[in-house]
């Protein structure tokens, strides 16, 4: 009975606040993916939580104590450092069968998890060290102080890197062979962890070489984890910088493509007309009948002429779209002071500035409120270029895009796009809503 007493007291005060904090810390990443339908899930979770930490002490008072007698006190720490490996890869499934989380995803959270875990650990040990050193790790105020520290780094973990990769859309960014690498720093950072516990309780390490050794942990914990954000940004930038590119090539081969296009249209459209107009003289169709006809020539014909080639091929493809939708488009645009743009730029700027204020107008039920205005002007030696749309809904922040509940606003890679072309000639674009009016205002210094 005594020995099934301190196998429950060992279980409940030791394993049970080191294995609780683990959980809590992979599930605090975990939490950046959708919960899996079912609470039994997390009751299971629960319960494996509690199994593990029984299975620990049982682990540690007879099979520990085995290893010792047949082979030695590093047997010991072999077999506690096995142990902990195991329970770390276990999370991964367990990961899984809690959170909507792809395998790659699981290893991330479950790595960056138990560096958090251990980072608030090897504060707890250090804190313990210089101030009850003697403090047996049965004891309750030892379970109860751990949990109080867990407790304050994983408030400080999530709000300086959770909620950052949330805040920036980072989860799922993880690289495959990257994540292998941090999973093993981590079974290293495991085998540093027990062996440093193991020969400080043997009497083989001094004091100050284990206060110096949890430390140098300590910052390799911290360090695995600016790690872990830094490699999770800096995919998310090469992904970005792949599809801006992308985006920007399939730009230029539209523009072409309309382009050409339209220029065939107009030159068709031109025919038509001198052929209608042949035949009304010959036929003697009626005069009504005729202005129909020329009518709808003339909405093919009617290209918008700004003095920049490429300004006039967007706004006369955004013009005939418009048309279709029931939307007034309207310009007042001087395109000669865009010159020194190159054509697959103006394309861009304009051609996704109008892209979203076509989604916000087409949303509208009102058609006096249908309307979307573009302007380009020269103020001193700056262009000022405007688009201005009605919108409703309310505006919302995501992922970098500025979009209503109505499915108007402005869309992450367009977004970006609008900015890159600005930069690229030393300007700068804003975006303003006020009043259920949407404005792009780009700003671009003319060269001298």
Known sequence: MPGLLGLVQRALLVSLPNFLTIFVAVGLFCALYPLRAGRWRLLACAGTCLGISFASSLFHTAVTTWAISQFGDFAAAAATIMFFVVVLLACVPIAQMVFEVSLWDAVFCCTAGYALQNLAHSLWETLRFLTVPDLPSDNPLSSASQLAVAAVVFLLGYRLL?????????????????????LGVIAVNIVLDTSIRELYGMGALPEEAFLLLVLAQLFICALTLYLDYEILYSNRMRTDAATTRQLMADERRQYELSRDTIEAINVRCHDIRHQVHSLSGRSGAGEEFMRSIDGLISIYDSGVQTSNPALDVILTEKGLLCSRKDIELTCSADGSILSF???????SLFGNALDNAIDAADAISDPERRLIDVSVRRMGQMAVIQVRNFYEGELRQEGGSLGS???GGLHGYGTKSMRLVAERYGGSITFDARDGLFRVHVLLPIPE
Not at 341 to 347: A, F, G, I, K, R
């Open 405 to 407: 509940t109505k499915g």
């Open 341 to 347: 743009m190159s054509e697959q730029d103006v394309y």
């Open 162 to 182: 959770v909620r950052r990769i949330h805040t920036d859309r980072l989860e799922g960014e993880g690289d495959r062979r990257t994540l292998l690498v941090l």
